[in-house]
């Protein structure tokens, strides 16, 4: 796969380490019940530019509910999101992007879901047939632009859902799962992807199971329990030596209950 990272350029410039804004992203005090359930509790994460930060947990922990909560599409019981240190609001959505694990596809061609996502951005004309036609080429997609994006196969679709969310230049990538039930040449060739947007400078928040992928991908890591932050810290460490009873049982595929009081783990990425 050649080399398109300077095709996709984020809405703003990546914060370098020794950079003093604010976080990109931030949650304080982040809950979030249903039915009377706390589902997220007191979340507290801060999270830097350019950086792949994978979100790692048993089924169940509250990650899905977490990137959703992040990305504004479900609105916390408790505490707040901030955006480059301001609440997050519809501009800071707008410099964001979601990929599901089940992506979605218009009853449209390959080349007509990119249109239609470009257009809700504002991107017309010459500007939008030249994303159209790179989005193509990154996602390997250009023999199949004019055939039905619900007919492809599902690496096919996640490739498009993937190239369609860069192509309007998101600052901020969350993915959900994006290689979930995919084999391995398809998850191959997302991982490519996904290193390519990190590459150009876009943050990257992705969920997985695959410790391999996280291991492979990930510069930091969050480790949810129960709705909880257990442990975060930088990727490779996590994985090789956690140090959340939780996060050490998820290593060695063992199932964790928690004893009666504990409490999470904080620490700030």
């Given at each position: 796969?050649?080399?398109?990272?300077?095709?996709?350029?984020?809405?703003?410039?990546?914060?370098?380490?020794?950079?003093?804004?604010?976080?990109?992203i931030?949650?304080?005090?982040l809950?979030?019940?249903?039915?009377?359930?706390?589902?997220?509790?007191?979340?507290?994460l801060?999270?830097?530019?350019?950086?792949?930060?994978?979100?790692l947990?048993?089924?169940?922990?509250?990650?899905?509910?977490l990137?959703?909560?992040?990305?504004?599409?479900l609105?916390?019981?408790?505490?707040?999101?901030?955006?480059?240190?301001?609440?997050l609001?519809?501009?800071?959505?707008?410099?964001?992007?979601?990929?599901?694990?089940?992506?979605?596809?218009?009853?449209?061609?390959?080349?007509?879901?990119?249109?239609?996502?470009?257009?809700?951005?504002?991107?017309?004309?010459?500007?939008?047939?030249?994303?159209?036609?790179?989005?193509?080429?990154?996602?390997?997609?250009s023999?199949?632009?004019?055939?039905?994006?619900?007919?492809?196969?599902?690496?096919e679709?996640?490739?498009?859902?993937?190239?369609?969310?860069?192509?309007?230049?998101?600052e901020?990538?969350?993915?959900?799962?994006?290689?979930?039930?995919?084999?391995?040449?398809?998850?191959?060739?997302?991982?490519?992807?996904?290193?390519?947007?990190?590459?150009?400078?876009?943050?990257?928040?992705m969920?997985?199971?695959?410790?391999?992928?996280?291991?492979?991908?990930?510069?930091?890591?969050?480790?949810?329990?129960?709705?909880?932050?257990?442990?975060t810290?930088?990727?490779?460490?996590?994985?090789?030596?956690?140090?959340?009873?939780?996060?050490?049982?998820?290593?060695?595929g063992?199932?964790y209950?928690?004893?009666?009081?504990?409490?999470?783990?904080?620490?700030?990425?």
């Amino acid at each position: 796969m050649r080399d398109l990272a300077s095709e996709f350029t984020p809405l703003g410039p990546a914060i370098s380490a020794n950079d003093v804004r604010p976080p990109l992203i931030e949650t304080r005090g982040l809950c979030f019940e249903d039915r009377g359930q706390r589902l997220l509790d007191n979340i507290d994460l801060k999270l830097r530019a350019g950086r792949l930060t994978v979100v790692l947990g048993a089924n169940g922990a509250g990650k899905s509910l977490l990137l959703r909560a992040m990305h504004g599409l479900l609105n916390p019981t408790e505490g707040e999101v901030l955006w480059q240190g301001r609440p997050l609001d519809r501009a800071a959505r707008r410099a964001q992007a979601m990929v599901f694990q089940r992506p979605v596809m218009l009853r449209r061609s390959v080349r007509a879901n990119l249109r239609f996502a470009l257009s809700v951005r504002g991107v017309m004309g010459r500007e939008r047939a030249r994303r159209e036609a790179e989005a193509l080429d990154l996602a390997r997609l250009s023999d199949l632009a004019d055939r039905p994006a619900r007919v492809l196969s599902g690496g096919e679709q996640q490739r498009l859902a993937l190239a369609r969310a860069l192509a309007c230049g998101p600052e901020l990538l969350f993915l959900d799962e994006p290689t979930a039930s995919l084999d391995p040449g398809s998850t191959q060739a997302i991982e490519d992807l996904i290193r390519t947007a990190q590459s150009s400078g876009v943050t990257i928040i992705m969920i997985t199971h695959d410790a391999g992928q996280a291991r492979r991908l990930g510069q930091e890591a969050v480790f949810l329990h129960g709705g909880r932050v257990a442990e975060t810290g930088p990727a490779a460490r996590l994985l090789e030596a956690p140090r959340a009873p939780a996060a050490r049982a998820w290593r060695e595929g063992r199932l964790y209950l928690e004893p009666p009081g504990a409490g999470p783990v904080h620490q700030v990425i």
